[in-house]
Structure formats: C-alpha cells, structure tokens
C-alpha cells in the first residue's frame, strides 16, 4: 500500500470505530474505560465529570463553615455526616474521571490555576445557619435534578458513580428542608432568618441550570452522548415547578413579584434571571471565588508534605520486605 | 454514689470527646487528601456520638430538665472538664495526629475498663465505643509511623509536635475527687492502673516511628478542675455561638 493509501484506509477505519461507537450508545450500552472512544468524547467526560468532582469538594467549604458553630448536637453530626458524603461524592467522581487516562493531580492542578470550573453556587457566602437549610433545600434539590438523568448516561463509571450520589442527595436534600420546616415553625427570629436564606439562594439556584437554551454551548453534543437528556430552560422549569408549593406549605415566599402559575402550560411563570450577576461568578469575581480557591489551595499545599512522608514511608516498607524476600 | 459525683466523673469522659470532636471537625474540608479528610471527620462523627449518649445520660440523671444541648453548650468555660491535651489547636497535621495518639491510647485503655463498670448505662456506652476507638488508635499509631519515619521534614514536624504536646499526657492520668468516688463505687476506672501499659503504647510507636519522647519531667494539669488553657475560649466561642446568640430556641 503506498502512503496515501495507508492514510485512507486509517482514516476508514476510525470513521467506523466511530459508527459502530455512535450506534453502541444509541442502544444505551455502556461504554467502559477500556472500550475505544473518540477523544471529543474523552475529553469531554473529563470535563463535565471533574467540573463535577470538582464542585463537591469545593462545596464542602460553605456548610463546612458552619460545623463548628451548629446550634444542636444532632445538627452538628447531620451536616459533619453531610458535608463527609460530599468529600466522597468528590472521591467517587475523581476516580470515575481517573479512568479516561488523567490523575488526580492533574485534575486538581486544573482546578487550582482556574483552568477547571465548578459549580458557582458555591462562591456564594454562607452567613446565617439558614443558610445550612437552604442549601439542603435548594442546591442540593437542583442538583438532583440536574444529577438524576445521569444515573443513565452512556459512560460507564459516571453512571454507576451518579447512582450513589443521587441516593445520598435525595437524603440531603429532605435534611436540608427539614431545617427550613423547624426554622419556619421557630420564633419570629427563625423564621425572618429562614426567609432571608431562601432570598439569598432563590436565584442562584435557578442559576444552577445553566444558560437559557439559546445560549448554552454544549447542549446538542451532550443530548447524543445522553450525558443531557433535557435542556437547562426545561430543568430549571422542573425546579422550579417543584420547589414554590414546598415554599408556600412552610409559609414562605419566594422572591419573585413575577412568579405566576400558568395554567396553560401548567408551569409557574417566573421573573427575568439577572445573567450578569451569573457570568460574574462564572468568570471569578463571585462574593468568594477567591476564598473557596484559597481554602483549597492551602489545604492542597499545606498537606504536600504529609503525602511525601506517605509515599516515602511506603516505599521504606516495600525495600524492606524485598530485603527480608531475599 | 450521689448523682451529682457520677455526673462530674461522666463529664470528666464526655467533655474530652466533645472537645476533641469540635477540634476535628473544625478540618473538615481541609485535609491533606480526601482520604484522610473523610478518615478524620469519621473521627470526629464517633467522638461526638459517643458525647451524645453520655449527655442524654447525664440528662437523665440530673433530672432537672436539661438536655443534651444545654449540656453541650451553655456551660461557663470553667465547668467543662476536659483535659488541655484535647483543647490544643489544629497547627499543622503533625499536632492534629500527635495529639490525637496520645488521646486514642489513652482513650482505649481506658474504655477496656470502662466496660466492665457496675453502671449498665456507661458499660454499654463504653463497649459500644471501643470498637471506634480501637480504629481511631490504629489510624493515629499509623500516621505518627508515617510521619515519624516517612521525610526528614516529616519527621521534624511530628517530633515537634510530641515535644510541645507531650506535657499535656500526664494529666490523663489524675483523678480528681469524684474521679476516686466513682472508682470506689464501682463505675469508674482507676487510672493510675493505665499508666504503665499506656506508656509501653507510646514507646512501642515511637520507636517505630524513630520518634524520641521529650526527657522533661514538668507537665501542664487544670483541664479536669475545668482551668483551661486560653485557646478553650475560642473554641467555645464557635461552639455555643449559636445557643448564646438565640437562647431557648428549638432548632
């Protein structure tokens, strides 16, 4: 075969290896870490999976704010447990992206120099104890929303990973509104705090979602890889759909003037997102993108030299059993 | 054996693990890798269980309506009976597992004991307890080999934390007066008896762990007559912030 024919028949080959990839996940198989992928398909899951990872261990910092300053005993061991679920949701999520072929370190290098995004709902301050209620409530109650399609998407190890995650969220999420239905049932200062929290995170929340269709980038690529099974505005729909009757059964209001039910579409109507404030954060200049990288950066510098001894220690350890082997 | 005397010897347990529990659990999110994150917030999660049962016992026995929570949080610093070792700060990671070696082996020795108390409701709380404590002493005695023997940085910073903390170990040990009275009536433990097989602990670790133990023979006490050291405040601060701020409140 001469040159360019070599060159054809490749370039043959892999357009096939991409069909017979196409049609495997239109049969919602699942594609595993040693099965053949395009790159575009790696390189994407790399991104969505450790924007994810990502978010959890950066979403520890907000209500890890408030452990040591819980009002009860009991509230103080539901967020220490809440807060530990997230650091293994961000566990789980890291290895499932280790399997594309990249480490840790590089994935956390990403997100330490900015190259890595996460979600920016976290760059958000958490000033009240509300706070902790709000987030339970709201946030995590996107997130599921956001998180339940993928319990089915076509990368193997997201999906099994996604499974554990969302029946932890769905328990963070009851707990989260469990604090607002004491809050909202307390005494006159509760419930001011309650309804100042859900002012604060009402609309960030509706952030979560993304852009509006029209604007979002990635949406067509990710519905064929079902890493998206609907679009942002139709999620952000469903939140809110969802969410204003829980408002109204503990007699709270949420802050929205525009907020109207529609019988037609049998959907609430809401009031126009304020999307400068959301490419702020997006962009680094949230009331704290530069604490939550601080804290994390620090925790990441701090601890180098505790995995050195680590490593160091193990390889001693392994010297010395070759040694006695010999 | 008056309520109030087996009061005082239950806080003289509990408080250690509430404060211990408060220190750890201020790393959460902060840890050196994941790992260790979830490993030491597990830590944290057992040691305030274990201060819930004793404070909803102690609830009980005072009888005088008080909860857990007015327990834990609206005491006056001087009536918490923990020892100073568990109050010290979070300096760096050496601190965090020194200070927590030199409390889980204690903590163990003392709970063996503390099973086979003549009250049903400690001996349960205790026995239920060791199996946790058992795994916080294998993961510190792990980390302090770690450290001890793992880099020359390493190693500096771990024997720096055992010379600075090493003078809070002696006070584990004292037994005030109603410490006594609950050993006489058969609830409490004797833990001068502890002495010598906690000792054998440490020096077994550190010579794996190439650590030297500090020569001085001048120790730090008060923590138990509840005179503690000025980081207690703060801590405190954090702790009973939000019962201070919002008294009588359900939250």
Known sequence: MSEKEIKNHGAEHSLSLEEIFEQRIARDEKIEPKDWMPEKYRKTHIRQISQHAHSEIVGMLPEGNWITRAPSLRRKVALLAKVQDEAGHGLYLYSACETLGISREELYEQLHTGKAKYSSIFNYPTVTWADMGAIGWLVDGAAIINQVPLCSTSYGPYARAMIRVCKEESFHQRQGYEIMITLAN??????????????????????????????????????KWKLKRKTNDELRQQFIDQT??????????????????????????FGKIDWDEFWQVVKGHGPCNKERMTARVNAWEKGEWVRNAAMAYAKKQEDKKLKKAI | ??????????????????????????????????????????????????????????????????????????????????????????????????????????????????????????????????????????????????????????????????????????ELFHMTDDDKIAVENGVGVNTYDLREKYDQRIREVFEEATITIPETKWFQKGGKQGIHSEHMGYLL???????????????
């Open chain 2, 237 to 251: 601060s954090d702790l009973q912030y939000m019962q201070r701020t919002y008294p009588n409140m359900k939250w």
């Open chain 1, 186 to 223: 307390g005494s006159p200062e509760q419930k001011e705090m309650a309804q100042d929290a859900l002012n604060r995170w009402w609309w960030p929340s509706l952030m979560m979602f993304g852009p509006t269709d029209a604007e979002s980038v990635h949406t067509a690529q990710s519905m």
């Open chain 2, 1 to 170: 054996m008056k309520n109030e005397n087996k009061i005082q010897y239950i806080y003289g347990i509990a408080d250690n693990a509430l404060i211990l529990g408060q220190r750890l659990s201020e790393l959460c999110g902060h840890g050196p890798n994941l790992e260790t994150d979830i490993a030491m917030t597990n830590m944290a999660l057992d040691l305030l269980g274990q201060t819930r049962s004793y404070y909803q016992y102690v609830a009980q026995l005072s009888g005088d309506g008080k909860t857990e929570d007015d327990i834990a949080f609206l005491r006056i610093e001087r009536q918490y009976k923990n020892v100073l070792l568990v109050e010290q700060p979070n300096r760096h990671f050496g601190y965090v597992i020194t200070r927590q070696f030199f409390y889980d082996a204690f903590h163990l020795l003392l709970l063996e004991e503390l099973q086979n108390s003549n009250d049903e409701t400690v001996a349960a709380i205790a026995k239920k307890a060791i199996k946790e404590v058992s795994y916080h002493q294998r993961f510190s005695s792990d980390w302090i080999k770690r450290l001890g023997d793992g880099t020359e940085e390493s190693h500096q910073k771990v024997q720096e934390a055992v010379d600075d903390l090493w003078k809070y170990t002696d």
């Open chain 1, 244 to 269: 204003v009757p829980q408002a109204e059964l503990i007699g709270l209001t949420i802050p929205d003037p525009d907020l109207k039910w529609n019988e037609e579409k049998k959907g609430y109507d």
